[in-house]
């Protein structure tokens, strides 16, 4: 078998040009790397991470895909009258509004280009217009696909500009009968000058509204708004390599920073990590998380809806320690409120999954002047055809560093009137155990500790918005609490 030297000397001399590119490749402006053979791809990919982040690890060879084709899980189609006036759908030319007709699309979903192209006749059938929006003539806006590759489930959103549709129900029928592969339709209604595809309001036409899909053995509901890795196949190596770098033992708290609907955490919280705490600023998304928690029986893991800046700096105000940092920032990377409180906490492992290599950069930089070390860097290629390379990392930390970093960021660069009278969390946590043999959240904690009065970190007030499903202390709980309270004079 090949090594992994022997294959990368050979893709450094695969063919430079894709001998079939996308006729579209130009006007498009999606696929930025289309003119190279796949091969080609991956080596350009390699060399952007090792000119990045070589001087921090040697760089695994990226994992590429096996059929670099059709993996979008999600197309989203725009819609037009061609100067014949032809109804014609495809995507908007780079940076401009004109659409650019496609047919098919060599990275979109198979099935869900199909669906769009049916759409395109029943349109012109339903005397259905695209919306125009120089003249605020037509309706149809766009039409947004969504296929779970396992569970097969497709989901179709009709994005109007107008609530109503003409003959609504013989649409959906003969939607559903040209694919009876459809388990969903909803209508969306979007009437603001945006370039947002999704406007607020929706409303189901067929089925349950949403869609389910398996990810590394866990079920995750997908709704039209809510986000979902794009690249399914990809997504699973990409997990799956991160838990492998994790290496939960079933003792571990971790955090799950920007968490979006909680499918790392969740996929953490069933292979093995002991405890789960998941954060994120978007608040659909943490309710996406917290039904994902219940769908799968998973009770290990929290959800909290914050900045996870904010939120890392009140756990290390609150004395918590924590053993793994699973985080997934945006392209913009992770800020500096986040790493302080990160390094200041000092978990003993992080895992840091990135989709941009420069702001990883970056951010490793102060990981590794904060006393971390890298341990393994892992591209993955989530996006063939584009400029896009997804990065998995790992870091960790020895005893000495520790100590130094906790006196570099605890005393120098944090703020110590943050720091509480009394117990910490864990000390709470510990005596609540000798006594009663019950183990307590720190949410626990923090509800009681509000309850008395007693200041707490203002990332666990959450169970003060309308958002019920945040977990209440349950009675027994709160008198154990109380009794600790009581015994550290906290009250
Ligand atoms: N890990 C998730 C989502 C990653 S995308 C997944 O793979 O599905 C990045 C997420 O970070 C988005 O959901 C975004 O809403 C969230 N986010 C952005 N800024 C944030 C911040 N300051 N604090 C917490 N979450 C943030």
Known sequence: MENQEQQRRRETHAPERNPNPCPLYRKCGGCQLQNMSYQRQLHWKQELVERLLGRFHRVNPIIGMEHPYHYRNKVQAAFALDRRKQIVSGVYQA?????????????????????????????????????????????????????????????????????????????????????????TILQNVN???????????????????????????????????????????????????????????????VVDAYCGTGTIGLIAAKRGAGHVTGVELNQDAVRDAISNAKRNGIKNVYFYNADAGEFLSAM????????????????????????????????????????????????????????????????????????????????????????????????????????????????????????TGLKVSSLYISQIKRKCGLDVGQN?????????????CPPEKEAAIMEALKHFQMI
């Open 95 to 183: 940076s401009t509004h004109r659409v650019v007709p496609v047919e098919s699309c060599m990275i979109e979903d198979e099935t869900a280009d199909r669906i769009v192209g049916t759409i395109r006749k029943l349109m012109k059938d339903f005397k259905m217009e695209p919306y125009n929006e120089d003249t605020g003539r037509g309706l149809v806006r766009h039409v947004l696909v969504k296929r779970g590759f396992v569970s097969g489930q497709v989901m179709v959103v009709m994005v109007t500009v107008s609530p109503i549709l003409p003959a609504k129900n013989n649409f959906v029928k003969a939607l559903r009968k040209a694919h009876p592969e459809i388990t």
């Open 191 to 253: 009437n603001r000058a945006t370039s947002m595809v999704l406007g607020e309001s929706e409303k189901v036409l067929y089925g349950p509204g949403y869609i389910e899909e398996s990810l590394c053995g866990c079920v995750f509901r997908i709704s039209a708004k809510s986000f979902y890795q794009i690249n399914p196949v990809q997504t699973e190596v990409l997990y799956n390599k991160a838990i492998e770098l994790a290496g939960f033992t079933g003792k571990e708290t």
């Open 316 to 435: 290390a105000d609150e004395g918590e320690t924590v053993d793994v940092v699973l985080m997934d920032p945006p392209r913009a990377g992770s800020d500096e409120q986040f790493l302080t409180s990160l390094a200041g906490l000092a978990p003993k492992k992080i895992v840091y999954i990135s989709c941009n290599p420069e702001t990883l950069q970056r951010d490793l930089q102060f990981l590794v002047r904060a006393g971390y070390h890298v341990q393994e860097i892992q591209p993955v290629d989530m996006f063939p055809h584009t400029n896009h390379v997804e990065t998995v990392v790992l870091l960790s930390k020895g005893e000495i560093d520790s100590k130094k970093v906790r006196v570099e960021f605890s005393l120098e660069d944090m703020d110590m009137s943050g720091f509480q009278k009394g117990a910490t969390y864990e000390q709470i946590k510990a005596y609540v155990l000798e006594h």
């Open 460 to 472: 666990y007030n959450l169970s003060k918005k309308e958002d019920a499903k945040v977990p209440q």
